[in-house]
């Protein structure tokens, strides 16, 4: 009889929490917003409910699917989603609050940028296995990447939406250090981009217009621009201040009542804080520490490069967008629309975060096997 290796259950377990917790938590924070402006309090727990059945099947169907199977179609997926960013950008695209990130496809509404995330992680692995040699050189280790970062880069800023597209040049950096990147060549392109980041900043804050400029000054000080400016920064403040240690309780919340803009998207982690207080904030941050714990394990234990630098996108992925989120709802760094995985309404991000959860899996059953092998 063939012996079954089991899937990682740890992070079966966690991932099935923090759905659960996002479920529960999407429909506490949008129940009046889409009773008043939809007319329906149900509306946003009914989809996700259905993104969550739809992202269960994908992460099913991608723990059964052989990871090394993507590297067949990984040019077909980046050409894909270079397609639907183009897309996105012309008329076709859906235009919400001012940006253009969804294209609209009947009664469902798709955002490449999330599909890209996924193409990056395939595509990168892929390029870097088949490369495996050549990865210390500048050259052919290091500007291939710089340029497909550069392309996700411009093309995602259009819509605009700079802090995906850095999210993404993030993923990429990661996966070829440790694909096999030059330590000296890393040094220099993270002093390098430091060096340009802050002057960006620096200048947007010195000499820039428009929203991203006062969004960076509200972060230095939001009680300038309270009713502005600042006002995404202070009410999250306020919801996560008043929860207190164990929360006012769940559906409670006061600030999701019109106060906090979208409380069921990028600032989710607020009304978690106002409702469960900081037991309930600490418990999805320890979920989240599990996860990612388990990603760094199933990355290190990977039985190839492939599997060792796809869990590391992943993983990284996962880190940098609750890093981000978090940080945003504690007004820790500048607000900026990176959704908290599992848990802030969205079914495209929702249906790829439990596919790539899905590909760990398969991925943890090889490592597992390793682990074996080299124990007997």
């Not at 096999?180 to 060549?185: C, T």
């Not at 969004?215 to 920064?233: K, V």
């Not at 999701?256 to 409702?275: C, M, R, S, T, W």
């Not at 989240?288 to 992925?317: E, H, K, N, Q, S």
């Amino acid at each position: 009889m063939k012996n079954k290796t089991p899937y990682d259950p740890v992070v079966i377990i966690t991932v099935a929490l923090l759905v659960t917790t996002g479920i529960i938590m999407v429909f506490s924070s949008s129940f009046s917003y889409a009773m008043v402006d939809l007319g329906d309090g149900y509306y946003f727990l009914k989809r996700i409910i259905i993104w969550a059945i739809i992202g269960v099947f994908a992460m099913y169907f991608c723990a059964k699917f052989n990871y090394r199977n993507w590297t067949k179609y990984a040019n077909i997926i980046l050409l894909i989603s270079i397609i639907l960013l183009i897309l996105v950008i012309t008329p076709l695209g859906k235009e919400v609050n001012g940006a253009k990130r969804w294209i609209a496809i009947g009664p469902i509404t798709v955002m490449p940028s999330e599909i890209t995330k996924f193409a990056a992680i395939i595509f990168v692995s892929t390029s870097i296995t088949r490369k495996r040699d050549k990865m210390e050189s500048f050259f052919h280790g290091v500007v291939p990447y710089l340029i497909l970062s550069g392309i996700f880069f411009l093309l995602i800023k259009e819509q605009p939406d700079y802090s995906t597209a850095l999210v993404i040049v993030l993923i990429i950096i990661s996966m070829i250090f440790v694909g096999g990147m030059k330590l000296s060549h890393f040094i220099g392109l993270a002093l390098s981009g430091s060096i340009a980041f802050v002057g960006l900043l620096f200048y947007i804050v010195k000499h820039g217009k428009g929203y991203r400029a006062k969004r960076l000054t509200a972060f230095l000080d939001p009680w300038a621009d309270p009713t502005d400016s600042g006002f995404q920064a202070i009410q999250s403040l306020l919801a996560l201040g008043s929860g207190g240690l164990f929360g006012k309780g769940l559906g409670r919340s006061i600030q999701k009542h019109f106060y906090l803009p979208e409380p069921q998207n990028d600032f989710i982690f607020a009304i978690i804080g106002e409702e469960l207080g900081f037991i309930g904030g600490v418990f999805v941050i320890i979920l989240f520490m599990l996860l990612i714990w388990r990603g760094i394990r199933i990355a290190m234990y990977a039985p190839d490069l492939l599997g060792c630098v796809m869990a590391t996108g992943i993983t990284c992925m996962l880190i940098i967008q609750v890093l981000i989120n978090i940080a945003v709802a504690t007004s820790s760094m500048p607000v900026t629309g990176i959704p908290l995985p599992f848990i802030s309404f969205g079914g495209n991000a929702l249906v790829i975060f439990m596919a790539s959860m899905g590909i760990l899996l398969n991925i943890s059953k090889g490592g597992f096997i390793y682990v074996q092998t080299c124990m007997c």
